[in-house]
């Protein structure tokens, strides 16, 4: 199968607009298995107009719908989803302007979370850079993407200092979500602690120099770094499985969410 990925990136490279491609997911990272996507990152230059999507259209063949740039939203932009011999390997579409423009803002310590559909806690844009510095180059007949990548290579001081310093909102969002607790909203103290818990993930990956890429998988990413408190994981499995439903039960979830995000904050600042 590998082969044959490697056959269809260079094809993909034919594709007038098309820079170059890129293995990403949990195959580039070495930790896939068997039923396992094929997740190939199309980039391109521009705001697409000179990305030929019916040269696209034809590549992927009868049947396979084609998303241009922004068909599948302002962040994850647009690409396709195919079965190869059985299997899914999906083509998603990144501007390479606009990449290397995120690239630039991780340097001065600045990123962006956009709201985007497939992902509940919103596209943090740090993730294009984490996806050329985790991924891997399979065609790339300019060396753009090889330049990139070897840029992306180390993890950004100054986002690093951001993103553990953003911190901050759990604290806040707890406040709220007490609020919540009092009239017994157990949707909005859920939304609450969700959020919480991803802000703490993005800071101990970022404390660590990690890249949190996305939701998926992503607590149990942070679970195993360093900095994170014992039982990190189990903790936060714990609270969001059964927060309650009275305000004493949704009040004493809170409570414990309080002390497990003074724990990561203390953890932060060593």
Known sequence: MRTIIEGMAEQLTTVPGVV???????????EHDAGSDWDLGVYY???GDGLDLAALRALAGPGTEVAGP???GPWVNGGAWLRVDGVAVDWILRDLDRVERVWADCCEGRYEVG???GHPLGFWSPCYAGEVACGQVLADPTGELTRLKHLTAAYPEPLRTALTEAAWE???LLDLAAKGASRADTLYVSLCLSRAFGVLVQALHAHDRR????EKGALAAADRLPTAPRDFGRRVRTLLAAPGGS???LAATVARARELTRETVTALDR
């Open 20 to 30: 170059g491609v890129m293995l990403g997911g949990s195959r580039a990272r070495g």
């Open 45 to 47: 230059r521009g705001r």
């Open 70 to 72: 922004g068909g599948w």
């Open 115 to 117: 709201v985007q559909a």
């Open 170 to 172: 759990a604290g806040f």
């Open 211 to 214: 890249w949190c890429l996305n």
């Open 247 to 249: 305000p004493d039960d």
